[in-house]
Nanobody
Framework: QVQLVESGGGLVQPGGSLRLSCIVSGSIFSSNAMGWYRQAPGKQRELVAAITRGGRTNYADSVKGRFAVSRDNTKNTVALQMNSLKPEDTAVYYC??????????????WGQGTQVTVSS
C-alpha cells in the first residue's frame, strides 16, 4: 500500500521560504527515487524536483537555484526547501516515488498534497 503524507505548506509572501516534508512508507522509499510534483489551478500536474536513492538531484527549470530537494534515508522522508518564492509557485505540492525511465511518478496513488500559496 502506498502511503504518502505531505506537510509544510502555507501562505507566504513573495520572496519568502517554505520547507515541505513528505513521509513515505518504508518499502517505497528505500527502493525508489523520489519526486516532488505540483499542480496549479487549471494546470496539469508537473514535476518540480527529483532525487535518486543516492542523492543526485534534478529540477524543473522554473525552480532551479531556488528549490532544493533532500531525503533522509533514516526517517523515510523527502523534503523540499523552497526559497525566493514567486506567485507562480502557488500550487498543491505532492510527493511520489519517481521513475527516471518515464520521467514521471511511479504510482497512481497520490497523497492529499499540501497547499502552497504565494501572495502579498
Amino acid at each position: 500500500q502506498v502511503q504518502l503524507v505531505e506537510s509544510g505548506g502555507g501562505l507566504v509572501q513573495p520572496g519568502g521560504s517554505l520547507r515541505l516534508s513528505c513521509i513515505v512508507s518504508g518499502s517505497i522509499f528505500s527502493s525508489n527515487a523520489m519526486g516532488w510534483y505540483r499542480q496549479a489551478p487549471g494546470k496539469q500536474r508537473e514535476l518540480v524536483a527529483a532525487i535518486t536513492r543516492g542523492g543526485r538531484t534534478n529540477y524543473a527549470d522554473s525552480v532551479k537555484g531556488r528549490f532544493a530537494v533532500s531525503r533522509d534515508n533514516t526517517k523515510n522522508t523527502v523534503a523540499l526547501q523552497m526559497n525566493s518564492l514567486k506567485p507562480e509557485d502557488t500550487a498543491v505540492y505532492y510527493c511520489n516515488a519517481h521513475s527516471y525511465l518515464t520521467g514521471w511518478a511511479l504510482y497512481d496513488d497520490w497523497g492529499q498534497g499540501t497547499q502552497v500559496t504565494v501572495s502579498s
